[in-house]
């Protein structure tokens, strides 16, 4: 079946550093793929998406590019901020039986910036 | 008003006892899902709505049940809880047709421990 593996957390940076967030992905034909954050004691929300290979999702200073020759959506930011400390979710929607697009998640990373 | 929202957002219960989890939603989405995240676990699917008549299993159902009142109400039920049942449960809705790709909107959550 369909498999998302993300980085494990958790990843602490200082303030302006880069973050990178690793996610590899197994499905069959062609998923669309997400990455979404979690914030404290709420639920989890869009951050960018991709439908196809070689797009870019990018929102917030946040990029994931779809790489299917690598089955890759690395998440990065070129300055993180304290503001984004979160969980973030890599995911992908695939067809499924009964033609339901299923999606399927990892398992999460923890994001600390320090000031 | 968020646009999917969920009742309680805390309960402490006792194993055997029913405990009914609800969600409204005011997207006008006509899909909705139940989903449980867990520590380490990501999020797993429970059951999963189409419409009002059409309800469907996911990976991890067993102990669960579930009623779609109306296209904007879908509860989650435990007929008789136990403490690994513990968790934080999310509704979200979704809009496929529209989409193009599954893109999930996610309620605030509902934490459940049972002792």
């Known amino acids: 079946g369909d498999s998302v593996t993300q980085m494990e957390g958790p990843v602490t940076l200082s303030e302006e550093a880069f973050l990178t967030i690793n996610c590899t992905y197994t499905?069959?034909?062609?998923?669309?793929l997400f990455w979404y954050v979690q914030y404290p004691g709420e639920g989890l929300q869009l951050l960018l998406k991709?439908?196809?290979?070689?797009d870019k999702g990018s929102n917030k200073g946040f990029e994931a590019t779809y790489r299917k020759e690598t089955t890759s959506f690395h998440l990065e930011k070129g300055s993180v901020q304290v503001s984004d400390s979160a969980v973030y979710f890599c995911?992908?929607?695939?067809?499924?039986?009964?033609?339901?697009?299923?999606?399927?998640f990892g398992t999460g990373t923890k994001l600390q910036v320090i000031p | 008003d968020a646009d999917v929202t969920q009742t309680p957002r805390n309960r402490i219960t006792k194993t055997g006892k029913r405990i009914m989890l609800e969600c409204s939603q005011t997207?006008?989405?006509?899909?909705m899902y139940w989903y449980r995240q867990d520590p380490g676990l990501g999020l797993r699917l429970i059951y999963y709505?189409?419409?009002?008549?059409?309800?469907n299993k996911g990976e991890i159902s067993d102990g669960y049940s579930v009623s779609r009142q109306a296209q904007a109400k879908f509860s989650l039920s435990l007929e008789s809880a136990i403490p690994n049942q513990t968790a934080l449960y999310f509704c979200?809705?979704?809009?496929?047709?529209?989409?193009?790709?599954?893109?999930?909107?996610f309620g605030a959550g509902s934490r459940l421990t049972v002792l």
């Open positions: 979200a809705t979704s809009d496929f047709s529209r989409a193009g790709a599954n893109v999930l909107t």
């Open positions: 499905a069959t034909g062609y998923p669309s």
């Open positions: 991709a439908t196809k290979a070689d």
């Open positions: 995911a992908l929607s695939a067809p499924s039986t009964g033609g339901y697009q299923k999606v399927t």
């Open positions: 997207k006008g989405h006509d899909r």
């Open positions: 709505s189409f419409d009002v008549k059409d309800i």
